[in-house]
């Protein structure tokens, strides 16, 4: 029984440490607002690489919210609470997915200015919140969660600057779909691995 208890309190001591909770509220607050910016610039710039990522820092926003909720919690309930997230990582996922899918049939290509601008913001800020939370990557699920978040979202960013470079130079939207994809797929392997780990800590939960 000790083999779990030992990592268990040391999930919840982790969980309560008021530098971890400062830095959530940080992430929530930046997230929120990048949600916005980027909302609006990409129906103005008609990129779906930029609307993925509004849609993904709204979702990462209420991820820190949810992870807010749960600090000091049991470590079963932030499990429970793990599961939620990887479902809204897949469906921003598929989204994403679908809505690259449909674009590609209209191939016009968006507004690489406004793309490389608010690309590169939105790199800085995600860039930021994955160095503050770095020290806990290796948390339980709903830590990793919050971490894996943040560095797709960096890994994200540096896509959209690229493919605003290569609309720039082809004139094709191929580019820009092409990263609205792959943040899909990342969005969908980050959410399965969140989806394993919590639902391992629940099965160890269970058999103490």
């Known amino acids: ?53 509004s849609i993904d820092f709204f979702g990462d926003a209420g991820n820190y919210a949810l992870s807010l909720a749960v600090l000091g919690m049991a470590p079963s309930i932030r499990a429970k609470a793990s599961l939620f997230k990887a479902a809204c990582m897949g469906a921003f996922g598929i989204f994403v997915l679908g809505k690259a899918g449909w674009n590609l049939t209209a191939g016009i290509p968006p507004e690489p200015a406004t793309m490389g601008v608010v690309g590169i913001a939105a790199l800085a800020v995600n860039a930021g919140v994955a160095w503050l939370l770095y020290r806990y ?67 160890e939960r269970r058999a103490v």
């Open 137 to 203: 990557r290796t948390g339980d699920s709903n830590m990793r969660s919050v971490w894996i978040c943040s560095r797709n979202d960096a890994l994200g960013n540096v896509a959209v600057v690229l493919a605003a470079l290569g609309v720039f130079g082809t004139g094709s939207a191929w580019p820009d779909l092409l990263v609205a994809a792959t943040m899909g797929a990342l969005a969908l392997a980050g959410g399965w691995t969140v989806l394993r780990q919590a639902r391992q800590e629940l099965s």
């Open 1 to 53: 029984m000790s083999a779990h208890c030992c990592p268990d309190f040391a999930s919840a001591t982790r969980a309560v440490d008021p530098t971890y909770r400062r830095m959530l509220w940080v992430a929530l607050v930046l997230n929120a607002l990048m949600f916005m910016v980027e909302l609006g610039t990409s129906w103005t710039s008609g990129s779906v690489s930029l609307l993925a990522d």
